[in-house]
Protein backbone atom coordinates (compact mmCIF):
# COMPACT_ATOMS: atom_id res chain seq x y z
CA UNK A 1 0.00 0.00 0.00
CA UNK A 2 1.87 3.30 -1.13
CA UNK A 3 0.24 6.46 1.86
CA UNK A 4 -0.31 9.72 0.86
CA UNK A 5 2.72 11.99 1.65
CA UNK A 6 2.40 11.96 5.47
CA UNK A 7 3.65 14.55 8.54
CA UNK A 8 5.46 12.77 11.34
CA UNK A 9 4.06 14.38 14.38
CA UNK A 10 5.97 11.58 17.09
CA UNK A 11 7.45 8.23 16.88
CA UNK A 12 5.03 5.96 15.34
CA UNK A 13 2.24 8.76 14.69
CA UNK A 14 1.81 10.47 11.15
CA UNK A 15 -0.74 12.78 10.13
CA UNK A 16 -2.08 12.63 6.29
CA UNK A 17 -3.25 16.26 4.16
CA UNK A 18 -7.19 15.62 5.53
CA UNK A 19 -5.67 15.63 9.11
CA UNK A 20 -6.14 11.53 9.49
CA UNK A 21 -4.03 9.70 12.02
CA UNK A 22 -1.74 7.15 10.55
CA UNK A 23 -0.37 4.49 14.07
CA UNK A 24 2.70 2.92 13.03
CA UNK A 25 2.40 0.49 15.97
CA UNK A 26 5.62 -1.05 15.59
CA UNK A 27 7.71 2.44 15.50
CA UNK A 28 6.02 3.50 18.70
CA UNK A 29 6.16 0.55 20.59
CA UNK A 30 10.13 -0.05 19.83
CA UNK A 31 10.71 4.14 20.47
CA UNK A 32 8.87 3.73 23.90
CA UNK A 33 11.05 0.54 24.29
CA UNK A 34 7.78 -1.52 25.29
CA UNK A 35 7.66 -4.61 23.70
CA UNK A 36 5.59 -5.14 20.16
CA UNK A 37 3.33 -7.94 20.74
CA UNK A 38 0.06 -8.17 19.19
CA UNK A 39 -1.34 -7.54 22.19
CA UNK A 40 0.47 -3.96 22.49
CA UNK A 41 -0.44 -3.60 19.24
CA UNK A 42 -3.81 -3.53 20.00
CA UNK A 43 -3.39 -1.30 23.30
CA UNK A 44 -1.54 1.62 20.96
CA UNK A 45 -4.20 1.06 18.53
CA UNK A 46 -7.59 1.73 21.34
CA UNK A 47 -5.79 4.19 23.10
CA UNK A 48 -5.02 6.50 20.34
CA UNK A 49 -8.32 6.05 18.98
CA UNK A 50 -9.68 7.10 22.74
CA UNK A 51 -7.26 10.09 23.16
CA UNK A 52 -8.12 11.32 19.33
CA UNK A 53 -11.57 10.84 19.51
CA UNK A 54 -13.36 12.30 16.65
CA UNK A 55 -9.95 12.14 14.31
CA UNK A 56 -10.03 9.15 11.76
CA UNK A 57 -7.40 6.12 13.22
CA UNK A 58 -5.56 4.07 10.96
CA UNK A 59 -3.09 1.50 11.99
CA UNK A 60 -0.20 0.57 9.05
CA UNK A 61 2.08 -2.21 9.24
CA UNK A 62 2.99 -0.76 5.89
CA UNK A 63 6.33 1.58 6.03
CA UNK A 64 5.69 5.66 5.68
CA UNK A 65 7.04 6.22 1.85
CA UNK A 66 6.97 10.03 2.16
CA UNK A 67 8.09 12.43 4.79
CA UNK A 68 6.66 16.48 4.61
CA UNK A 69 9.95 18.36 6.15
CA UNK A 70 7.69 20.70 9.25
CA UNK A 71 10.53 23.28 8.52
CA UNK A 72 9.94 23.74 4.62
CA UNK A 73 6.57 21.92 3.94
CA UNK A 74 8.99 20.10 1.33
CA UNK A 75 7.85 16.08 0.75
CA UNK A 76 10.29 13.54 -0.33
CA UNK A 77 9.30 10.04 -1.74
CA UNK A 78 13.20 8.95 -1.65
CA UNK A 79 13.87 5.49 0.55
CA UNK A 80 16.74 7.18 1.60
CA UNK A 81 15.75 10.50 3.01
CA UNK A 82 12.29 8.86 4.77
CA UNK A 83 14.37 6.30 6.34
CA UNK A 84 16.72 8.96 8.02
CA UNK A 85 14.62 11.56 8.44
CA UNK A 86 16.25 14.07 6.48
CA UNK A 87 15.57 16.59 4.52
CA UNK A 88 17.44 17.37 1.89
CA UNK A 89 15.86 20.99 0.85
CA UNK A 90 16.74 22.28 4.34
CA UNK A 91 19.82 20.05 4.63
CA UNK A 92 18.97 18.78 8.35
CA UNK A 93 17.64 15.62 9.36
CA UNK A 94 14.83 16.46 10.98
CA UNK A 95 15.01 14.46 14.69
CA UNK A 96 17.94 16.75 15.84
Known amino acids: MTHPPMTRLQPGVYADADGNLHIDA ?3 LIAAGVAD ?3 NHAL ?3 AARIVFAGIPVTQ ?3 PI ?3 TCPHCRRTSYHPAD ?3 RYCSACDRFLDD
Open 26 to 28: TEL
Open 37 to 39: TPA
Open 44 to 46: VLE
Open 60 to 62: TDD
Open 65 to 67: LAL
Open 82 to 84: VHA
